[in-house]
Nanobody, 123 residues
C-alpha cells in the first residue's frame, strides 16, 4: 500500500518562507523520481518542481525558479520543497507525487499522489 503524506502548509505573509515535506511509504523510495505540483481553486494543476531518484538533477517551473528548491533525503523517504519570497499567486494546494520514469514534468508520468497541503499567501 503506497502512501504519500504532505505537511507544512499554512497561512503566511507575502515575502516569507515555508518548507513543505512529503513522507513516502510502501514503495522503494530511492527508485522513484519525485515531483511537486500545485492547484489553485478553479484552476488546472500545474508542475512546480521535479527531482531525480538520486537527487543530483532538478527542474523548476519558470514561475518558481530561483525562489523554490526541491530536495530529498532517501534515508528518511522524504522529499522537501523549500519556498522563499512567497507571493499571493503561490496560493494553492501543493501535492507531491512519485514516478518510476525520468524527471518528466507531465503529471501523467507520476503513478502515486498525496492528498495535498494548503499554502495560502496573504498580501
Amino acid at each position: 500500500q503506497v502512501h504519500l503524506e504532505e505537511s507544512g502548509g499554512r497561512l503566511v505573509q507575502a515575502g516569507n518562507s515555508l518548507r513543505l515535506s512529503c513522507v513516502a511509504s510502501g514503495l522503494a523510495f530511492g527508485s522513484y523520481s519525485m515531483g511537486w505540483f500545485r492547484q489553485a481553486p478553479e484552476k488546472e494543476r500545474e508542475y512546480v518542481a521535479v527531482i531525480n531518484w538520486r537527487g543530483d538533477f532538478t527542474k523548476y517551473a519558470d514561475s518558481v525558479k530561483d525562489r523554490f528548491t526541491i530536495s530529498r533525503d532517501n534515508a528518511k523517504n522524504t522529499v522537501f520543497l523549500q519556498m522563499s519570497d512567497l507571493k499571493p499567486e503561490d496560493t494553492a494546494k501543493y501535492y507531491c507525487a512519485a514516478s518510476l520514469t525520468s524527471v518528466l514534468t507531465s503529471e501523467d508520468a507520476f503513478q502515486y499522489w498525496g492528498q495535498g497541503t494548503q499554502v495560502t499567501v496573504s498580501s
